[in-house]
C-alpha cells in the first residue's frame, strides 16, 4: 500500500508562518499538490508538481521538497487561511494511483 | 467557464448498485483524464478510480477494485462511476475531478471539481 502522513492538526497566529508537513516513501519519486478545502466547500488545488502556484494563489503559498517530505508553507498566515489542507501524490511504482494524506486541520488562533 | 455537475447518489442498501454521473462542460472532456474522489462524512479526501481520455486505461483504489466500474461518453461529456456491492464503508460525498493535462496527456492532480453527490449505504 502506499500513504502520505500529515499531521492532524496544526495552530498558528495571525501573520505568523504555519508549516505543514506530507511525508511518504513516493515523494522522491512522485509530484506532490496540495488543495485547500474549507468547511461545506470543494477543494482547491493550491500548489501543483511540488513547488508551482496556480494563477489566482496568493504568494504567500509555497511548497517545497526535501526526500519522503513535502512542505506547504503559509507565510503570513491570515483569519481566511483555516481550513484543511491535503497533500496528493500518487504511488512510487506507478503514477497513475492516486493518493491523498489524511488532512491537516489550520487554526489561527 | 469549467463545470462539472455530478449525480446519481441516494440511499441505498449494503450489497446494492448505483451509478453516478459527471457531466463536464465549458472543455473537451475528451482531452483529459478524470477521477473521481471521495470524502466520508467528516473525514478526508480519498482516490477512488480514475480513466485515461479515450477509456481505454482505468485504475482503482484496492478497496472498490472489482465491486466499482468508471468509464466515460465523450460525445456526452459525461463520466460515470458504476459502484456495486456496496459497502457501509463506501459512504461518502463523491467528486468528479478533472487533471488539468489536454491532449493526451497527464499530470495526475486535479484543477477541477464537482460539488459532489452523496452516498449513503445503509439499511
Known amino acids: 500500500s502506499y500513504e502520505l502522513t500529515q499531521p492532524p492538526s496544526v495552530s498558528v497566529s495571525p501573520g505568523q508562518t504555519a508549516k505543514i508537513t506530507c511525508s511518504g516513501d513516493?515523494?522522491?519519486?512522485?509530484?506532490a499538490s496540495w488543495y485547500q478545502q474549507k468547511p461545506g466547500q470543494t477543494p482547491i488545488i493550491i500548489i501543483y508538481k511540488d513547488t508551482e502556484r496556480p494563477s489566482g494563489i496568493p504568494e504567500r503559498f509555497s511548497g517545497s521538497s526535501s526526500g519522503t517530505t513535502v512542505t506547504l508553507t503559509i507565510s503570513g498566515v491570515q483569519a481566511e487561511d483555516e481550513a484543511d489542507y491535503y497533500c496528493?501524490?500518487?504511488?512510487?511504482?506507478?503514477?497513475?494511483?492516486?493518493?491523498f494524506g489524511g488532512g491537516t486541520k489550520l487554526t489561527v488562533l | 467557464e469549467v463545470q462539472l455537475v455530478e449525480s446519481g447518489g441516494g440511499l441505498v442498501q449494503p450489497g446494492g448498485s448505483l451509478r453516478l454521473s459527471c457531466i463536464a462542460s465549458?472543455?473537451?472532456?475528451?482531452?483529459?483524464?478524470m477521477s473521481w474522489v471521495r470524502q466520508a462524512p467528516g473525514k478526508g479526501l480519498e482516490w477512488v478510480a480514475n480513466v485515461k481520455q479515450d477509456g481505454s486505461e482505468r485504475y482503482y483504489m484496492d478497496s472498490v477494485k472489482g465491486r466499482f466500474t468508471i468509464s466515460r461518453d465523450n460525445a456526452k461529456n459525461t463520466l460515470y462511476l458504476q459502484m456495486n456491492r456496496l459497502r457501509a464503508e463506501d459512504t461518502a460525498l463523491y467528486y468528479c475531478?478533472?487533471?488539468?493535462?489536454?491532449?493526451?496527456?497527464?499530470?495526475?492532480?486535479?484543477?477541477?471539481w464537482g460539488q459532489g453527490t452523496l452516498v449513503t449505504v445503509s439499511s
Open positions: 465549458g472543455f473537451s472532456l475528451s482531452s483529459h483524464w
Open positions: 496528493q501524490s500518487a504511488d512510487s511504482s506507478n503514477s497513475f494511483l492516486g493518493v
Open positions: 475531478a478533472r487533471d488539468p493535462c489536454g491532449d493526451g496527456c497527464f499530470s495526475g492532480y486535479f484543477d477541477s
Open positions: 513516493s515523494l522522491p519519486k512522485q509530484y
